[in-house]
């Protein structure tokens, strides 16, 4: 049985890491292994800096396996050209789309992207669309995704002309999920609505409890930024 690495030993480390990569290899292109893949692109990204290999393997790993987590981040390379692919916002859809499909451990963030994608048009040639912006949002939202709920929330707020009718108990329902789970500005709009009776009767009790959470957020956030920061 092998001993424990010595992490001052440069020359051990060395050898560890290079034995690790071969391993990945192995796992990814002998023994078919979609994990063993994704575990290989993640060596190549974060350990020997060589993006355009980690591109390479990610893009096997999704059009050839399926696998939603290097779907994922295949689509986050093509939104920046990373690795040397096409800096294409439709291919980086189509990939967001693929590992929203998959059920992967990515796959509630990819739902949010393509809702983005959808709403803000860049990815189509006909500009945004908000139906299917409001399905992938419903989906990161109902996978516990605070910023796909607040977004429902602005969505039916606003409306548009295309067919989606403003609705403030929707607006509301999706501001306080937002709010559940930790997003500041959900935390906001639910409390002004509630203040305003937008959606809901008036209710300067839940208004005030929501205003307050909010700034707990927003406190916690800071503390946060400070900590990163010191």
Not at 73 to 99: I, M, P, Q
Not at 126 to 132: A, K, S
Not at 142 to 164: D, Q, R, V, W, Y
């Amino acid at each position: 049985m092998a001993g424990l690495i010595n992490f001052e030993d440069e020359n051990e480390v060395k050898q560890f890491l290079d034995n690790l990569g071969t391993e990945y290899s192995f796992q990814c292109f002998k023994e078919k292994d979609p994990e063993g893949c994704q575990r290989l692109s993640d060596y190549l990204e974060g350990v020997k800096k060589n993006y355009e290999s980690a591109a390479q393997v990610l893009k096997y790993n999704c059009e050839t396996n399926g696998h939603g987590e290097s779907c994922y981040k295949l689509g986050a390379y093509h939104v920046t050209g990373k690795g040397g692919v096409k800096e294409c916002l439709k291919t980086a859809n189509s990939c967001f789309l693929r590992s929203c499909n998959a059920n992967g451990k990515k796959s509630i963030d990819a739902c949010h992207n393509v809702g983005l994608l959808a709403h803000d048009g860049r990815a189509s040639e006909e500009g945004p669309d908000l139906t299917v912006a409001r399905e992938y949002y419903e989906k990161a939202c109902t996978g516990g995704f605070a910023p796909s709920c607040f977004n429902l929330s602005a969505l039916f707020i606003g409306g548009n002309s295309k067919g989606l009718v403003p609705d403030m108990t929707k607006a509301l329902m999706y501001a306080n999920r937002a709010c559940e789970l930790g997003h500041v500005w959900g935390c906001a709009n639910a409390s002004r609505m509630y203040k305003l009776g937008d959606g809901t009767e008036k209710d300067d009790k839940k208004a005030e409890e929501l205003k307050n959470r909010a700034r707990e957020l927003h406190g916690l956030e800071k503390e946060r930024q400070l900590k990163f920061g010191e």
